[in-house]
């Protein structure tokens, strides 16, 4: 018997090879979509889960109050790591000093290689349970040592065995290759560390840093501190046992209310934001939101589904009435409905399978991810299957109970009624399907116009052309002037100069700085950059008072520029105000000899920074080089290349556009913007189909009525509005469902952003609008296919 259900299941999909493509299709891509996000979401929460010791692993923060506002920071000092692991053994069990992750050059004879490394506490690998291919976890005990990841390993050596070769790193420092590793997976806090060296190698050839040690230097926050609770210790006991450590050992920081706690690595990934009242603000709102999406593109599937299916199912009432005529009982009617219901679902799940891999790739370059199908997990087939099951019963119990339910007698004879408010249900899943994928439509919209917003604003330097290299050698540090020379000699640039930062990020952070008129309770911190020269010139300052640095003036050596927000933030009305004002830092006074437009230097969503730039040669690590834009970049790069060959023979030539720096800064946001269109798209795509299958229902049981309204003279464009209006009401019912519920959820969005664009009422409208005119165009190919059909055969009986 099931045989023949499946048998008579088959026939009905090519009988009606229309709506099974649109029926199959629909479901295929909403399961697709749905198993992509939730491979997205899979791959977020298991974010660090290849560390042995997730859930003990932790980094130590700061909270305290500035200006008003809450904020959180990881930034410690030095002597951290000393003080927890002297004073506090039986709560720690690894606590390990960190340096930030940074490029260095990595050479071995006359291979050298731009890679990200670290400098650690020999703990470390320990800490991080790193897998071992070559060497023990032990390999950072020598200070002279340094531990590869397997990929630079392969591009240094080869197949040659790696252990006890000498390599240098930055040009300057001989370590010894005592461990290689597995490269950490993708989605993981490390993923891009592909080499570590001793912490103690840091301190050693680091004037400032073991300065900073030896002075027990609290008030001066430049490093990590990685951290493993014992077994027996609880994160939130010891936080509290260390909350007032800080303010201990640097009482002049009680003004900030400073507070000590563990950030456990369970949270690193998805809880790492606050905003400026202290609330968290997390990647965890857009797992939320992703996973909404999906179950919504999955349910407007769905939706399709079934109201094709109990649509359809209406046009076999005499089949049933036949079968129960010669004897079917109803429960074999039930059975029958179910299993073509589930062979259809079934049908679709295999399609989405290869819609998956095919669209995985893709989807990891939007995404940003390397992810792959979970073939071998039971629970990525459970949940396949358990949906297959959910939606083919749910789906085909309409039919099932409903059809099984007739009178033969009535049905054979001609008198059974569908009835007035059978299409009820399928109105209210059309309302429900348009009011998602407009409001998708009208988020997307949103989002892409902050994203724009934040683009157009001004941020008070010239990015074109100009293009930034780190100093991380000393060939370089000591011969500026004549690199510099070389440079312009060259014809393919017209300004260089060198900071402490780089134009799209702000590194320094300082207090203590005193002027004429200060309140003696007011708390400053400034943004603090060192520049040469000629910084002013290549990065294209615009000046709103005063002077640029120049040479002529002996004094510059202790003069300042400072940003227009930051004459406001010292409580100055106009930028004349402060021009030839004395501000005193670390006990040197600077004369301000400048005023300069704002600089969006952090996230260009948040306001500036106040921020005060001195003339310092000695702190500058960024190379910043203005290329001839007369000249293509290409060729100019080229000749740049050449020169720094001279300086820095054999070392690899890795420049970055500032261009390219700050588009990255929208990187996040324009992930999310390409996925919510992308998944918009889908919605309305998905939703096209049921209401072109709907439409075309529709006009098949009307067809005797627009032969009789024709013969009575209705004109084309009649019975087209006839048909179309239906659907229209219920898109307009749509459309005022979906502005509130987008405008609340898009509003808490936007104000999480300090410089956010406005939600404007075009954007409803025009959503509204682009919905309407989809379901005209979707809708009137089946309604004027209708009316132009010949009344003599639509009103012609069997």
Not at 47 to 61: A, E, H, S, T
Not at 112 to 139: H, I, V, W
Not at 594 to 606: A, H, K, L, N, T
Not at 747 to 774: C, D, H, P
Request: aromatic share 12%; glycine share 6%; hydrophobic share 45%.
């Amino acid at each position: 018997m099931i045989r023949n259900y499946f048998k008579i299941a088959f026939r009905n999909l090519l009988k009606n090879k229309g709506y099974s493509v649109i029926n199959i299709g629909g479901l295929a891509v909403g399961m697709a979509v749905t198993m992509l996000i939730g491979l997205w979401i899979y791959d977020e929460l298991s974010f660090n889960k290849n560390y042995g010791n997730y859930d003990r692993i932790g980094k130590i923060m700061e909270s305290g109050t500035f200006g008003g506002n809450i904020f959180h920071q990881e930034h410690m000092p030095a002597p951290m790591g000393d003080e927890l692991r002297n004073n506090f053994p039986d709560d720690f069990k690894y606590v390990v000093n960190s340096s930030w992750t940074e490029e260095h050059i990595v050479a071995y004879g006359d291979k050298k290689f731009t890679k990200t490394g670290n400098y650690l506490s020999e703990q470390a690998p320990d800490m991080f349970s790193l897998k071992m291919l070559r060497g023990t976890r032990s390999g950072l005990k020598d200070q002279s040592s340094v531990m590869l990841s397997q990929s630079v390993a392969n591009a240094l050596f080869g197949n040659e065995n790696p252990l006890d070769k000498i390599i240098k790193i930055d040009n300057k420092l001989n370590v010894k290759v005592t461990g290689v590793y597995e490269d950490l997976p993708y989605n993981s806090e490390f993923n891009d560390i592909t080499f570590i060296a001793p912490w103690n190698l840091y301190v050693a050839t680091q004037d400032w840093v073991k300065r900073a040690l030896d002075n027990k230097e609290w008030d001066n926050n430049s490093w990590q501190v990685l951290v493993q609770i014992n077994p027996h210790s609880d994160y939130e006991a010891v936080s509290r046992k260390i909350a007032d450590l800080k303010l201990k050992h640097a009482p002049q920081t009680a003004f900030l209310k400073p507070r000590l706690y563990i950030h456990p690595m369970a949270k690193w990934h998805l809880y790492t934001g606050w905003d400026k009242k202290g609330k968290l603000d997390s990647r965890i709102q857009y797992i939320w939101l992703f996973g909404i999406i999906g179950l919504f593109v999955l349910l407007l599937a769905s939706i399709n589904f079934m109201n094709l299916s109990t649509a359809r199912s209406e046009k076999r009432a005499k089949e049933v009435g036949i079968r129960k005529a010669i004897g079917s009982k109803r429960g074999q009617l039930i059975y029958q409905f179910l299993s073509e219901s589930l062979m259809i679902v079934s049908l679709a799940f295999v399609i989405s399978i290869i819609l998956l891999v095919a669209a995985l790739p893709f989807f990891n370059e939007v995404a940003d991810k390397k992810m792959n199908v979970l073939w071998a997990s039971p629970v990525f087939w459970l949940l396949g299957i358990g949906f297959c099951l959910i939606t083919g019963i749910v789906s085909g119990s309409y039919p099932a109970l409903y059809l099984s339910s007739f009178q033969p007698i009535k049905v054979l004879k001609g008198t059974f009624n569908i009835g007035r408010f059978a299409a009820i249900p399928r109105k209210v899943l059309v309302v429900l399907q348009f009011t998602v994928s407009v409001t998708l439509i009208i988020g997307t919209v949103i989002v892409f116009r902050q994203i724009q917003f934040a683009k157009n604003r001004p941020i008070g330097y010239d990015r074109s052309g100009l293009i930034t290299i780190d100093m991380n050698t000393p060939e370089l540090y000591s011969h500026y002037n004549t690199l510099r020379s070389n440079l312009l000699e060259t014809g393919a640039v017209v300004e260089m100069s060198t900071s402490s930062s780089r134009v799209t990020k702000l590194t320094s952070n300082n207090g203590g700085f005193n002027w004429e008129g200060k309140d003696p309770n007011f708390k400053e911190n400034f943004g603090t950059v060192a520049v040469t020269h000629d910084f002013g010139k290549t990065v294209g300052w615009q000046f709103k008072g005063g002077r640029d640095f120049s040479r002529q003036f002996a004094t510059d050596s202790s003069g300042m520029i400072m940003t227009e927000t930051t004459v406001k933030y010292m409580g100055f009305k106009t930028p004349e105000d402060v021009i030839g004002k004395q501000v005193r830092w670390n006990e040197k006074a600077f004369t301000v000899v400048g005023v300069i437009s704002d600089m969006v230097m952090d996230s260009p969503f948040e306001p500036v920074r106040p921020t005060v730039f001195m003339l310092n040669y000695s702190w500058a690590n960024v190379i910043n080089i203005k290329l001839n834009p007369q000249l293509p970049a290409a060729n100019s790069l080229g000749k740049v290349e050449d020169v720094f060959r001279k300086f820095n023979p054999g070392s690899p030539f890795d420049y970055k556009f500032t261009d390219d720096q700050y588009a990255a800064k929208f990187s996040a946001e324009e992930r999310i913007a390409k996925l919510a269109s992308a998944f918009a798209g889908l919605a309305i795509l998905i939703s096209c189909l049921g209401l072109f299958a709907l439409a075309s229902f529709t006009a098949e049981q009307r067809t005797k009525e627009i032969g009789i309204r024709k013969v009575l003279g209705a004109s084309v464009a009649n019975l087209w509005a006839l048909l179309s209006t239906d659907f229209v009401i219920l898109v307009i019912i749509s459309c005022v469902v979906s502005v509130p519920i987008a405008y609340y959820f898009l509003n808490g969005w936007l104000q999480k952003y300090e410089y956010r664009t406005e939600i404007s009422w075009w954007v409803f409208a025009a959503s509204g609008l682009g919905a309407m005119l989809i379901t005209l165009l979707t809708v009137s190919y089946q309604a004027i296919r209708a009316a132009l059909l010949d009344p003599v055969k639509s009103l012609k009986s069997e």
